[in-house]
């Protein structure tokens, strides 16, 4: 079973923008009756469907399928609830890991967010300067809850 193991920091500074360039991300989610988390993206000209489990720790089952990106764009406007997550994903690969840095625009405009995965949960990883608060267990941070609940909404 694909799984995805994973931490979250908020980031603080701007030394890491010099790392990488950025990739625009568009992403909404399709309400489900339990913790299964639906999501639908549109990176550059794929589409990508994304089935995840409830998590335990930081961990959970997770299934990434590529969708064509006309289907994408038709479930992001027809069938995920607003509003769409919208970001620029940057990827730094530091030592073992890639870190990937999320600086939400739109209704999460003003919050940046890393994330590293990693190969089981006790693994170490080195925190760059740049890396503040650990948010991992704040399911606030989750995209999906940024999405029913924007970050404009609660600073």
């Known amino acids: 079973m694909p799984i995805e193991i994973e931490r979250k920091f908020l980031v603080i500074g701007d030394a890491w923008r010099s790392l990488a360039e950025g990739q625009v991300y568009r992403q909404g989610y399709i309400p489900t009756q339990d913790k299964t988390t639906v999501r639908i993206r549109v990176v550059g000209s794929q589409?990508?469907?994304?089935?995840?489990?409830?998590?335990?720790?930081?961990?959970?089952?997770?299934?990434?399928?590529p969708i064509p990106v006309t289907d994408a764009e038709t479930i992001l406007q027809?069938?995920?609830?607003?509003?769409?997550?919208?970001?620029?994903?940057?990827?730094?690969?530091l030592e073992n890991v890639v870190w990937e840095v999320d600086e939400f625009t739109?209704?999460?405009q003003g919050l940046v967010l890393a994330e590293v995965e990693l190969e089981e949960e006790q693994?170490?990883?080195?925190l760059p300067d740049w890396i503040g608060v650990e948010v991992t267990q704040d399911a606030r941070y989750y995209n999906v809850n940024l999405a029913q609940c924007p970050y404009k909404q609660w600073v």
Not at 47 to 62: D, F, H, N, V
């Open 47 to 65: 589409g990508y469907l994304t089935i995840k489990g409830q998590s335990t720790g930081m961990t959970r089952a997770e299934y990434e399928y």
């Open 78 to 93: 027809t069938l995920c609830q607003p509003p769409l997550i919208e970001k620029i994903r940057y990827r730094i690969p």
């Open 106 to 108: 739109g209704e999460n």
């Open 123 to 126: 693994q170490t990883v080195n």
